[in-house]
Structures are given as structure tokens and as C-alpha cells.
């Protein structure tokens, strides 16, 4: 039997903890299930720092956000560990912490493509503000192809 692949974008949302949660009641007793939790990360450039004021500032900001890439990181390996204690194996389950290149919503599809995903569990927002701004979610189904 062919294994379902199930790649499930992340971006530390509460409706990403409904998605999971969802994702969780609907697939975690299939055998056939393996699940890829997905987050990009906007890429931090390495810069060398020479010592005056304006780099020893810009080298305590790119500082700051290494760290916190690595506190985004570290939460990927809960969000794994949450689809485990729900019911997956561990060998069912992966997470990609990916720098984003271009657009998330092309990042998604060209991932996808790659690597032979057949579903993709998104969250919607919704709300005034949602209308009035493409979604990550609308970008993705207008752009997905079979």
C-alpha cells in the first residue's frame, strides 16, 4: 500500500494548534500516514562585523535573531513530539526548518512537488483583514497542480 504523505505548514499560530489538533483526530490511527511539519524562517544574513558602534549594534540584533531561531526550531521538535503523544509513530513523523527563499505560498508548492506530498493541511484566517489580503492559504490552492 502506497503511503499517504501529509506535509502540514507551521507557523506557531493558535489556528495552527487547531490544525494540529485536527490533524491529529483525523489521522493519527492510519498506518499508512507520514506527516512533515514545515516552517521557513527568514533567512539571517552572516555579515562580518568590523568593531565601531553601528556593527556592534547590528551584530547584538542578528544575534538576538539566531537565538530566536533556535527557540523556533526548538518548538518544531514539540510540534513533532505533540503528533507523536497523539498517536503517530515516530517514524511517521518529520519537521523541516527551512529558510524562506521567496514567497512562502511558492515555498509550500515547490515542496511539495519535490517530494511527492498528496495533501497539505493549511489553517485559514479569517475576519475583515483576511479579506482584503491574499492568504497563504488562497496562494496555495490557486497554485497547486493535481
Not at 514567497?103 to 515547490?110: G, K, S, W
Amino acid at each position: 500500500m502506497d503511503e499517504k504523505k501529509i506535509l502540514f505548514p507551521y507557523n506557531f499560530t493558535p489556528k495552527d494548534e487547531k490544525a494540529l489538533a485536527w490533524l491529529i483526530r483525523t489521522y493519527s490511527e492510519a498506518d499508512d500516514v507520514s506527516v512533515t511539519v514545515l516552517h521557513f524562517y527568514p533567512a539571517v544574513p552572516e555579515i562580518i562585523v568590523n568593531k565601531n558602534s553601528v556593527m556592534d549594534r547590528m551584530s547584538s540584533s542578528l544575534h538576538y535573531l539566531r537565538t530566536r531561531m533556535a527557540e523556533e526550531e526548538s518548538k518544531m521538535v514539540d510540534v513533532r513530539q505533540k503528533l507523536i503523544d497523539g498517536g503517530f509513530r515516530s517514524s511517521q513523523v518529520d519537521y523541516l526548518y527551512l529558510p524562506k527563499k521567496t514567497d512562502v505560498a511558492q515555498e509550500i508548492c515547490a515542496k511539495a512537488g519535490q517530494k511527492g506530498y498528496g495533501t497539505i493541511v493549511l489553517n485559514r484566517t479569517g475576519g475583515v483583514s483576511g479579506f482584503f489580503k491574499t492568504s497563504v492559504l488562497s496562494k496555495v490552492v490557486s497554485s497547486i497542480k493535481n
